[in-house]
């Protein structure tokens, strides 16, 4: 096991490599440039090349490489000039961070407690009405675009009906921030009224961002669990008078939980790295919106550590699916 987690500990390092390479040319070839992007209307000749020589933008291509580079490990990505002028880059992705991951993991909560048991018990029941009208309500959260339902459950929840926030993270009362976390923060200080008014903020833009990880979801476990089902394995079970409470738990759901798996964790990829449409609707103060801010804005230092930093948590999800494969399934660690 700890050759395994050794050997996708070396190729994440590879992946992170590859991936800060692309990120330094890409971002060097977009039109008007870091000086451009800095001095804006006060360009001139002069201050372009000062400034063009104080970022060491004149030296060969290869040395600014490797100096973003040793200044990337270090988490030294300079200072915003848009989103959040004169801040340093950094620390506006781990003041944004928590936001992401609150809204992603409630999200995520929705998504797994409903598609996982209902797309168990749709494959259960195949082509029954509950299965087609599943399938159906399945097709529709993919189909719909977040932004779209985004709208409209603000529009309809919380402006024409008032049941819930219109937009931010939590009621102005003065809270006391321990983790940035609101709901947990409200916990651990004994303010439930903090909690109470971050969960309610939480609920619609939880459910717009969790349309999509549901139906992916909902489908991966339908699919897997009638794959399963058809197994000799599963048949000989049943044959030798196994309770249904065994055959489900040890031989259809352990073994179908593979490509759940999977699922799971590229879905929680995609959500944590920024969940950009979902969060600019709710005016939701998280890396989306400061990843959205500083495209249009061209905030060429927020980009870097907001993009690096989406790489990464792919790369780690990814390491944690592989690492649960081989709990799961202990032949993967031989491959």
């Known amino acids: 096991m700890a ?34 992007a800095i001095l804006g209307e006060r360009a001139t000749p002069e201050t372009r090349a000062a400034l063009t020589k104080a970022l060491g933008l004149d030296q060969p291509i290869w ?61 259960r029941r195949a082509n029954s009405p509950l299965d087609s009208g599943l399938v159906i309500v399945s097709l529709v959260g993919v189909a719909v675009p977040v932004f779209f339902l985004a709208f409209l459950l603000k529009y309809q929840l919380a402006v024409e009906h008032n049941v819930f926030p219109v937009s931010g993270r939590q009621d ?51 699919a897997s669990v009638l794959e399963v089902l058809g197994e000799d394995y599963v048949r000989t079970a049943e044959s030798k008078g196994l309770t249904a409470r065994v055959i489900r738990g040890r031989h259809v759901l352990r073994n179908a939980l593979l490509p759940v798996v999977t699922t799971i964790g590229l879905q929680t990829g995609g959500l944590l790295a920024g969940a950009v449409l979902t969060e600019k609707v709710f005016n939701w103060g998280g890396i989306g919106n400061a990843l959205a801010d500083a495209f249009q804005f061209r905030d060429y230092s927020v980009l870097q550590v907001l993009i690096l930093a989406a790489a990464g948590i792919y790369v780690i999800i990814n390491l944690l699916v592989d690492i649960s494969y081989a709990v799961i399934d202990p032949r993967v660690r031989t491959r």
């Open 3 to 36: 050759r395994f987690i050794i050997r996708r500990l070396l190729q994440m390092v590879g992946v992170v490599f590859v991936l800060s390479l692309l990120l330094f040319f890409w971002l060097r070839s977009l039109p008007g440039g870091t000086v451009s």
């Open 172 to 222: 102005n009362l003065n809270c006391t921030r321990v983790t940035n976390f609101f709901v947990l923060d409200g916990l651990l200080t004994r303010e439930l009224d903090c909690s109470v008014s971050a969960l309610k903020h939480l609920v619609l833009p939880s459910v717009a961002l969790a349309t999509i990880p549901f139906a992916v979801i909902y489908r991966i476990t339908r």
């Open 63 to 123: 040395v600014q490489y490797g100096k973003f580079l040793g200044r990337a490990v270090r988490g030294d990505f300079g200072a915003s000039t848009k989103v959040l002028p004169g801040a340093d880059a950094f620390d506006i992705f781990l003041t944004r961070f928590p936001a992401t991951v609150e809204l992603s993991f409630f999200a995520l909560l929705i998504a797994v407690v409903l598609a996982i048991p209902l797309g168990y018990l749709s494959a």
